[in-house]
């Protein structure tokens, strides 16, 4: 316990808290209850809560509690977005969300032993809550005026204008922390930065309620190397449910990191030791080429939210993709995932030329120059070298009767699929 603050320290997981050295001794000194939430407003979590996530196992493995909370009453509002008002979904819809959460955070968390992890769900305490009971027991405790002051208010009212019930989230956020602080002796509140007016409102709610002094700790939003967004593809999110990200493109995700941001990622996302860690970034600053920080990161990422089978499998796929390891020894769902990230071209018969194929994938730009990639041996179909410029799909194996794999030189890749 008393070295996990100097540990999210160093993995760069605090960017704000309260009374620092009041929560290191609270930390160092017992098991402390803690609790961070979700709210169910999309059927999946995305690597951006993955921080959240695994910063509470961090902190459950180090001997505290945690309390995993998925909105279910929250998540029929939302907490206020800074460019527009969110669409309310159903609360059937909301429902499943929840169970559907749930499930995910479930495996990061230990649910047996003395640090036990407890799911809760704030519906169990706000559904019954009447409108009066509410503004009279939390919504005295707020300034209109400090509400006003909130960076997520202040943009939409100098932009689209917020409504009432977007408005008054920070009341519902910070009475589950009063809830929690009751319910389970909670003490520590953990979120990201962009919660942290949330998470010390409800700090202050239980000062004045109860006279208790509790934490708050706030770990940063990850950007990129150019300051946009962390777990943004052009695709959209990188969400942890394989049927919305396949475990494929989840692995890309974490290959494609670029080398000034790679450590930092490492740091928070990995659970490998501090040496490990820091001869990892040493390699990525010396031999960059070489992407052994980024493969270590995609794999040890795929690993903890899918399995170490499928990463296995897929770091497989990755591989055999640039011709380093077997196509074939490929099971056809991730053959099919890794494919799906690829140009592709589709041919109605195992007839077709292959520098058709070439040009229809858009790995060359005409026959002509489809033709002079063959001539200089730089066509492969399914890693095997073309050699014929007059070569047809049929003269190649095709991956589980319909697929092959398009490379032009070491890296340029498509896909083909044979029509049924």
């Not at 955070?105 to 640090?115: R, S, Y």
């Not at 208010?153 to 917020?162: D, E, F, K, N």
């Not at 007059?390 to 095709?398: G, Q």
Request: proline share 4%; glycine share 8%; net charge negative.
């Amino acid at each position: 316990m008393s070295d996990v603050w100097d540990e999210l320290q160093w993995r760069g997981l605090v960017a704000h808290s309260t009374d620092e050295v009041a929560l290191r001794e609270a930390l160092a000194s017992g098991p402390v209850t803690f609790y961070v939430g979700f709210d169910p407003t999309a059927p999946s979590l995305h690597v951006g809560h993955l921080v959240q996530v695994l910063t509470a196992r961090r902190l459950q493995q180090a001997g505290h509690r945690p309390l995993a909370l998925v909105g279910g009453a929250t998540g029929l509002i939302g907490d206020p977005r800074p460019t527009a008002e969110r669409t309310m979904n159903d609360p059937e819809t909301v429902a499943g969300w929840v169970g559907r959460l749930q499930a995910q955070i479930a495996p990061f968390l230990d649910f047996d032993g003395p640090a036990a992890a407890t799911m809760v769900n704030n519906l169990d305490w706000t559904q019954g809550l009447s409108a009066i009971e509410f503004l009279r027991d939390v919504g005295k405790h707020f300034s209109v005026n400090r509400m006003l002051d909130r960076e997520a208010v202040a943009t939409r009212l100098a932009s689209t204008g917020i409504s009432y019930t977007e408005f008054s989230y920070v009341l519902l956020q910070s009475n589950d922390y009063l809830q929690l602080s009751r319910l389970h002796g909670c003490a520590l509140q953990l979120g990201g930065s962009d919660q942290w007016g949330n998470i010390t409102a409800g700090c202050e709610l239980i000062r004045r309620v109860d006279g208790a002094h509790v934490h708050a700790l706030a770990t940063p939003l990850l950007t990129k190397a150019d300051g946009t967004k962390f777990g943004k593809t052009e695709s959209g999110a990188v969400w942890l449910d394989p049927e919305l990200t396949s475990p494929y493109a989840f692995f890309q995700f974490w290959l494609n990191a670029e080398d000034a941001t790679v450590a930092g990622y490492l740091r928070a996302f990995s659970f490998r030791g501090r040496e490990e860690i820091e001869d990892l970034a040493r390699q990525a600053a010396e031999a960059p080429a070489a992407r052994a920080a980024q493969r270590a990161l995609a794999h040890d990422v795929t690993a903890l939210v899918h399995g170490e089978d499928t990463a296995r499998a897929v770091e497989a796929a990755s591989q055999a993709l640039f011709g380093r390891s077997d196509l074939a020894a490929l099971d056809e769902r991730t053959l099919r995932d890794s494919l799906a990230e690829l140009p592709s071209a589709q041919a109605s018969v195992a007839d077709v030329e292959v520098v058709d194929l070439f040009v229809a994938a858009g790995l060359a730009p005409s026959r002509s120059a489809a033709r002079r990639t063959i001539k200089e041996g730089g066509a492969y179909v399914s890693n095997v070298k073309v050699d014929a410029e007059d070569a047809r799909l049929a003269d190649f194996p095709l991956l589980h009767g319909r697929y092959a794999v398009l490379r032009r030189g070491r890296k340029a890749l498509a896909s083909v699929r044979l029509a049924p």
